[in-house]
């Protein structure tokens, strides 16, 4: 296994998927944790498992489908993928991000991505929708950027600037059809930590106190990746449970357990709120 992929990896996984379809992709789509029934709702829908696909990390987690769904979504050609491979799970950088990259060889123009979140701005409530307006790269940070290697010239720059991740104009969209469709949305700043352990008191106060609205396991890998290759990105955070930041471990009772069971559940709330944003999104774009 190569530590890093380039151009011809890509270009393999691109072409085996290019032989199954007739249309080229637009839009991506990445379904987090519990939300992956929004592709079922893709027509002429051409379903390929991902360990079908060459290169493709497949997600082992419960409650990621792990399969790209190719079709068509109020009418815009799409590119799915149901569930996604996270760093915990034992994969590089380089393998979790690997399905943007072939996103972009096929022509993929916009990125929407959702994850579940645990919500630290005080007023969120599991079942929230928030849209991105910003990310902290927490993990980037501590040395786990994917765009870490020899540098895909033919993507982007080697210092790719990261001053706008989220498109101000599909950000702008969002908020008029959450309006339109009554779907409050919240927003705010998603940090991404490696997992899978959830946050200690303490690690909550401190992600508070810079400037975290929302905390997660995902995206900014992908995000980073989409944005050095040119790729719009839109964000979307289901808020799957509050992960509440007591002001002291010493002196306050502990505020609760958080479980993966929860993050699921609430999934199924917020999956219709999700997909009432998405395909009234993509009936704008
Ligand atoms: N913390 C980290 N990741 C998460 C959470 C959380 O509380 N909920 C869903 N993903």
Known sequence: MTEFFSMSHFEASAAMIRERISFSPRIGLILGSGLSAVADAVEDAV??????????PVSTVLGHTGRLVMGQLERQPVMVMQGRAHYYEGYSMAQLTFPVRVMQVLGVEILIVTNAAGGIAPAFEPGDVMLLTDHINLIGMAGLNPLRGPNLDA??????????PYDAELQAMARQVAVEAGVPLREGVYICLSGPSFETPADLRFLRTIGADAVGMSTVPEVTVARHGGTRVLGLSGISNVAPVSPDTSTDPPSGETTHEEVLEAGKLLTPRLEIIIRALLRQI
């Open 155 to 164: 993507f982007g720059p080697r210092f790719p600037d990261m001053s706008a």
């Open 47 to 56: 379903v390929m498992p991902y360990d079908e696909i060459p290169h493709f």
